[in-house]
């Protein structure tokens, strides 16, 4: 493993994050620069490490979507979005909670905000690889999940409406 040098720049994760697993973030990160491979086996050990750290998500799904590794991309993000249920005791399907959002605030805790924020990043995801319908429809659901937009879906939807608009 790669030691992380006191002066390379550290990534902030979360205060709660676990030294752990911290550690091996913070290798993977610097690793990223020059190794993918093995950025990509320190990201895979910190989420084996505890995976109940939604943040191990968060860099491994970000880590495959800067790769262009959209399909890996979503596939953490699935497994993001049902780590975030489990622990916030609610239903891990985006369909199912948006028909009754008032019953499940998702803005109420840290664990919900994370689970809006990773759907906006499936929504990302399904803009990029062109599936511009399912990108829709996670982004109307997100609405009614946060109208405040909270998890910052706008910028999103803008995003898709542009490309709807070139198309």
Same mark, same amino acid.
């Given at each position: 493993?790669?030691?992380?040098?006191?002066?390379?720049?550290?990534?902030?994760?979360?205060?709660?994050?676990?030294?752990?697993?911290?550690?091996?973030?913070?290798?993977?990160?610097?690793?990223?620069?020059?190794?993918f491979g093995q950025a990509e086996q320190l990201f895979k050990l910190a989420k084996q490490t505890d995976r109940?750290?939604?943040q191990t998500y968060f860099a491994l799904y970000k880590f495959y979507f800067?790769?262009?590794? #959209?399909? +890996?991309?979503?596939? =953490?993000? &699935?497994?993001?979005?049902?780590?975030?249920?489990?622990?916030?005791?609610?239903?891990?399907d985006f369909r199912r909670l948006a028909r009754q959002p008032l019953k499940w605030d998702l803005c109420a805790n840290e664990i919900g905000l994370y689970y809006l924020y990773t759907l906006k990043a499936l929504a990302f995801v399904k803009l990029r690889k062109q599936q511009d319908i399912e990108?829709?429809?996670?982004?109307?659901? #997100?609405? +009614?999940?946060?109208? =405040?937009? &909270?998890?910052?879906?706008?910028?999103?939807?803008?995003?898709a409406e542009a490309v709807e608009e070139s198309s």
């Open positions: 493993m790669l030691p992380v040098s006191e002066f390379e720049e550290r990534v902030l994760f979360s205060p709660h994050i676990p030294s752990a697993v911290n550690n091996l973030l913070q290798q993977a990160v610097a690793a990223n620069r020059s190794d109940s750290c939604l800067h790769h262009k590794r #959209l399909h +890996d991309a979503e596939s =953490e993000i &699935r497994a993001a979005l049902e780590e975030a249920a489990r622990q916030g005791g609610f239903p891990s990108a829709q429809v996670i982004l109307t659901l #997100l609405q +009614d999940l946060d109208p =405040e937009d &909270r998890c910052g879906a706008s910028v999103i939807r803008s995003l």
